[in-house]
């Protein structure tokens, strides 16, 4: 089964729009909850942003009346995360669902990725590998990287531009 996270290029120009945004959303999200570490340090620094909102306009009240905020919020969401996990352990304690993973011959993946299998038992047995891939997911070269002399293997019969 191909999934849709395997292959970006299937998605929508709409659901790239939706995904990018949710995505900017998220980090600018992220950004702005560094913004108090980031002006600690920066008065710790010397620049003097951190004691003139916190000391002379007393923005030390207002950390102090929502600090109940933030516990609460803090509670609320391990609360739940608890509650879910819970949850989680009564409705599937009875079933395993992990299974062990199943054993590949070399044979099957050498005729998966198109290659010799004497060439995928040489890969196995190194420490580092890189692969490259062409435009239609095929392994066009194969890098064996070892500390002291790297080896570079191309595929025969690809097409690189």
């Known amino acids: ?50 004691e003139y909102h916190m000391i002379e306009l007393e923005g030390y009240k207002d950390l102090i009346a929502l600090l109940g905020w933030y ?4 509670i609320l969401l391990g609360g739940s995360l608890i509650v879910w996990a819970t949850y989680n352990i009564q409705r599937f304690k009875q079933s395993t669902r992990r299974n ?33 891939h062409n435009e239609i997911l095929q392994i066009s070269e194969v890098n064996l990287l070892s500390d002291s002399n790297p080896v570079s293997t191309t595929i025969p019969g690809d097409q690189q531009n």
């Open 100 to 132: 062990s993973r199943l054993e590949v011959s070399v044979e099957d993946q050498a005729k998966y990725f198109q290659v010799d299998a004497k060439d995928v038992r040489i890969w196995r047995e190194s420490q580092m590998v890189v692969i490259g």
């Open 1 to 50: 089964m191909k999934l849709i996270i395997d292959h970006p290029e299937w998605q929508t120009p709409k659901q790239r729009i939706l995904l990018g945004s949710i995505t900017l959303i998220f980090w600018m999200a992220w950004f702005y909850l560094w913004i108090p570490l980031i002006s600690i340090l920066a008065w710790f620094f010397g620049i003097k942003i951190f």
């Open 71 to 74: 516990a609460t919020a803090i």
